[in-house]
């Protein structure tokens, strides 16, 4: 196997978050599902806006706030993604590249503008998403570059792929081509309510080897089983996935594997600011260590401490230099 | 004197900061002077674009900091300044309502973009502003609401004012027409580099009565008198100034009358994260306390507690509710 250009390349929809605090009342007003993700036309996009208290702007999209954490941590990474060729977009390919991540997607010239998020945070530090997915919607098999995935040790997806359709078949395009390359695929479920739009094809992808490892939090693994019983789920998941994470907030995570589950704990924090990204980061955190071939225990752990760094602060991206933080906590790369 | 629509009326350049971290190098490798406000044309913004880190984009502009602030603290605030009917427009726009403040100056429909500054933000919490002014150049006497002034308790200039030339002129028609409804007219130096290229005029401002109260920052007081000796600078602003505000970092500040000089501390901090809107928040506060008849100290250290606030995060516009944050240190509105 020839060796690989990229640690980690991520297809993802590309996203500019619109962060702004807001209290529970809001959330009911507008009918959002506390802590979910929703898609919202462009009508729909205005009406929140309008609605919503002053905002920060930073650059998101879930698999992207991965491949950023990666970089940061010292990897090698790439992502794939469309935006237009905008104001927002500029701002999303400048923040990409800017945290050292390879993004050579070229831009929509006509058609949706760049995709946003409208995040809004409560008190509590929970963020509840509402997605014009915009120009990420145009994502095409296409874009997904052969050579770029077949000389990556890692490619990872994220669930929102399924909603644009394009997407969906460049995630099943990218997949193959990795797997032909000798490759792994990873696939984070993304939301419990993203799971219960197509059960049956992540189930699918993941019983049939179309992905060699999950991340999954509490919700989408109830979700994915239709269960309420925390066991019951983590057995059938267990059963069906070759590798898997679970990530459970303030309460740590388990990496399930079919001979052993492991669980680690959630590194210490001093005030939660804003969640949006945590899993995103865990995510990097863990492909990091795998990587570098350490065991899953300190893989975790890593992703837990990278974590730990986002949801101290507003927005998905990191703002400490990561690789320093995670050599001062003992990791080595 | 009939009764006031608005406690603060500002008019300013209009601008959304991109804020990314940065070292002391990157600004010695830009020939930036540090803690200092450049302007800057298109090509040198895209360089400096390009050679930056991943950013966040919070709305800024000097003044309309300070009228954020004063909305914040419960009193009717209003802005007067130019962006472009673009994204970054628009971000301006919904970010200063959202606030609270009235804003309707029509966008340019034509003409640069919306204004921006690229703020780099050094370890040590300080910040270097490079401002591509944009659309705010085409601020214009016509935009200066003779009602609305007329019907403001006090004005509030910014000293950037002064490099576009146009928007000068409807800075010396908005303060006339203040002066002419007998309201009070307030202006910030803005940056002593801004002192150095106006300072006669400047000056002639203060001497004249043009103002009524001046906020200076150290640097921009020695700028102004031309000497290294604070307190030569201190005598000449008291001789000339009707009142004056003179802030200094972690030293707290200055209030200047002809009669009297009153020292108030800085409000303590955790951290110092960005001290961009350091200024802007603290007259704010200053502004709001005069409005509800507060004396010169108690003005100061509602000034001193909101400036506290926005330092501790990035971006200079408040990330807490200060009407909260003041009444829970003992203000009474």
């Known amino acids: 196997m020839a060796s690989a250009a990229f640690d980690v390349l991520a297809i993802g929809n590309a996203i500019v978050d619109v962060i702004a605090r807001t209290d529970e009342d809001f ?13 919202i036309d462009e009508a729909q996009a205005a009406k929140i806006y309008d609605a919503m208290g002053p905002a920060v702007e930073v650059s998101g999209g879930s698999a992207a706030n991965t491949v950023v954490g990666v970089a940061g941590l010292g990897l090698r990474a790439a992502f794939i993604g469309r935006v237009k060729d905008d104001e927002l977009g500029r701002v999303f390919a400048h923040d990409i590249r800017a945290a050292g991540v390879s993004f050579t997607t070229p831009p929509s010239s006509a058609g949706p503008s760049t995709g946003r998020c409208y995040v809004l945070v409560t008190p509590d530090g929970e963020r509840t998403l509402n997605t014009y997915l915009g120009a990420a919607q145009d994502l ?31 995630f099943l395009k990218a997949a193959h081509i990795a797997h032909a390359a000798g490759r792994k695929v990873a696939l984070t479920l993304s939301d419990a309510f993203c799971v219960d739009r197509y059960r049956a094809e992540f189930l699918d992808l993941i019983r049939r080897g179309t992905v060699d490892l999950v991340f999954a939090n509490e919700h989408e693994l109830h979700s994915l089983y239709q269960t309420a019983d925390f066991d019951t789920a983590l057995n ?39 969640a949006t990204g945590a899993g995103d980061l865990f995510a990097a955190g863990f492909l990091v260590g795998l990587s570098r071939d350490a065991d899953h225990r300190s893989s975790a752990r890593l992703g837990a401490l990278v974590a730990a760094e986002v949801i101290q602060h507003l927005g998905a991206r990191p703002e400490t230099p990561l690789k320093t933080l995670a050599e001062d906590n003992g990791f080595e790369f």
């Open 140 to 170: 095409h098999p296409n874009d997904v570059d052969a050579d770029a995935i077949a000389a990556a040790q890692f490619i990872y997806l994220e669930g929102y792929l399924w909603d644009p359709k394009p997407a969906k078949e460049a």
């Open 236 to 274: 059938a998941l267990r059963n069906d996935a070759r590798l898997a994470v679970v990530t459970r907030s303030e309460k740590g995570c388990l990496v399930v594997a079919r001979e052993s589950t492991e669980a680690v704990p959630a590194s210490p924090i001093e005030r939660l600011v804003d």
């Open 27 to 39: 959330l009911i007003r507008h009918k959002m599902r506390k802590g979910a993700m929703q898609l």
